[in-house]
């Protein structure tokens, strides 16, 4: 069983509105959380950085928390644009190994 | 600019040949990592590297073969070897095998015929 399950797995909005994506994770213990953007047929780069002490993290539209009790991380984009279509990536990073764990990404396709 | 660089983005091969993705870097970064990602699927580990002249298998390395004589260079082989070969491969870096962020190359798209 993967150690980082993200839903929705696909999701489809109009432009202008708001959206949540949902990561959980078992990987312990934990060392950090990012989220990654990959536009189709592009590399993934990064959008946030979120460590164990950290509830939220802003990054223009994009709003990241993270509730380590219940293992879980939303990213929220606000106001969506067509240039948000794409698949994001929640990567937990193991404490101690230092081991990298991906989840299978929420393909987001934002319409017109 | 900085930044990692893979090539070919698409490759066609035939069954039973090797291939060999390229992975450059100029981000002085001491750790490279080779990726597969299928549809559905997170990231998978193939190969990584923590500094020249070393490397570890990953998740799945088998049917994969990969060198580190410069700290730039990171080349991958798909051998014949792998069975199911057709994938997106991503290449990517960071500053050590314990830090910082991961920056990733644009990805090289291997079909086989």
């Known amino acids: 069983k993967n150690q980082v399950e993200q839903s929705p797995q696909s999701l489809i909005i109009l432009e202008g509105k708001n959206c949540t994506l949902q990561?959980?994770?078992?990987?312990?213990?934990?060392?950090?959380l990012r989220w990654y953007k990959q536009d189709t047929g592009r590399g993934p780069v990064s959008l946030t950085i979120?460590?164990?002490?950290?509830n939220t993290k802003s990054n223009g539209r994009y709003t990241a928390t993270l509730d380590a009790d219940t293992k879980q991380s939303s990213l929220h984009i606000t106001a969506s644009q067509l240039s948000d279509s794409a698949s994001y990536i929640c990567?937990?990073?193991?404490?101690?190994?230092?081991?990298?764990?991906f989840g299978a990404g929420t393909r987001l396709t934002v319409k017109p | 600019d900085g930044g990692i660089t893979q090539s070919p983005k698409y490759l066609f091969r035939k069954e039973g040949q090797n291939v060999t993705l390229s992975c450059e870097q100029n981000?002085?970064?001491?750790?490279m990592y080779w990726y597969r990602q299928d549809p559905g699927q997170g990231l998978r580990l193939i190969y990584y590297?923590?500094?020249?002249?070393?490397?570890q298998k990953g998740d799945i390395a088998e049917g994969y073969s990969v060198s580190r004589e410069k700290k730039e260079s990171f080349p991958l082989t798909v051998t014949s070897a792998q069975k199911n070969p057709t994938a997106f491969y991503l290449c990517?870096?960071?500053?050590?095998?314990?830090?910082?962020?991961?920056?990733f190359g644009e990805g090289s798209r291997l079909t086989v015929l």
């Open positions: 990517a870096s960071r500053a050590g095998i314990n830090t910082g962020e991961l920056f």
């Open positions: 990561c959980n994770y078992t990987v312990s213990p934990f060392s950090n």
């Open positions: 979120m460590t164990f002490s950290e």
């Open positions: 990567v937990v990073t193991e404490g101690g190994n230092n081991d990298m764990r």
């Open positions: 981000l002085n970064h001491d750790a």
């Open positions: 590297s923590q500094i020249v002249n070393d490397f």
